[in-house]
């Protein structure tokens, strides 16, 4: 566990959710599908994007991307499961009927985060060759 990619992790989440506490009722409104959408094609590969740039940063070794992505990602699996409970609380600016969509675009940028531990340099990564059995 890298603590400073932690803390970056936790700079991200924090972030993101001043970020749609300020703006979400603009990006996820009931019934409008297209907010939706831009908030999964844009926080999957942005937060794969992110991950590179930080193991990159932080000079870790291909075989630490991994460890380097769960660090980046810990405080997001650890704290969204809070706002989705809380949703009201955390974010009274958005109706309620758009909680599964805010989860779920939670769930495709954690998925992002990991995605990205693959990408070394843009060939595919140590681990993406180990898992095409190479």
């Given at each position: 566990m890298?603590?400073?990619?932690?803390?970056y992790?936790?700079?991200?989440?924090?972030?993101?959710t001043i970020?749609?506490?300020?703006?979400?009722?603009?990006?996820?409104?009931?019934?409008?599908?297209?907010?939706?959408?831009?908030?999964?094609?844009?926080?999957?590969?942005?937060?794969?994007?992110?991950?590179?740039r930080?193991?990159g940063r932080f000079?870790l070794?291909p075989?630490?991307w991994?460890a380097?992505?769960?660090?980046?990602a810990?405080?997001?699996?650890?704290l969204?499961?809070?706002?989705?409970?809380?949703?009201?609380?955390?974010?009274?600016?958005?109706?309620?009927e758009?909680a599964?969509?805010l989860?779920g675009?939670?769930?495709?940028a954690?998925?992002?985060?990991?995605?990205g531990?693959?990408s070394?340099?843009?060939?595919?990564g140590e681990?993406?060759?180990?898992?095409?059995?190479?």
């Open positions: 890298n603590i400073r990619l932690v803390l992790g936790l700079g991200i989440w924090v972030g993101a970020a749609l506490r300020i703006a979400g009722q603009y990006l996820l409104r009931p019934g409008d599908w297209k907010g939706t959408l831009i908030l999964f094609a844009v926080s999957f590969p942005l937060m794969a994007w992110i991950v590179r930080l193991c000079q070794r075989e630490q991994p380097g992505a769960v660090s980046i810990l405080p997001t699996l650890l969204d499961p809070f706002s989705s409970a809380f949703f009201p609380v955390v974010f009274p600016n958005m109706a309620p758009v599964g969509c989860a675009g939670c769930f495709g954690a998925r992002g985060r990991w995605s531990r693959f070394v340099h843009g060939d595919g681990g993406a060759s180990e898992a095409a059995g190479g």
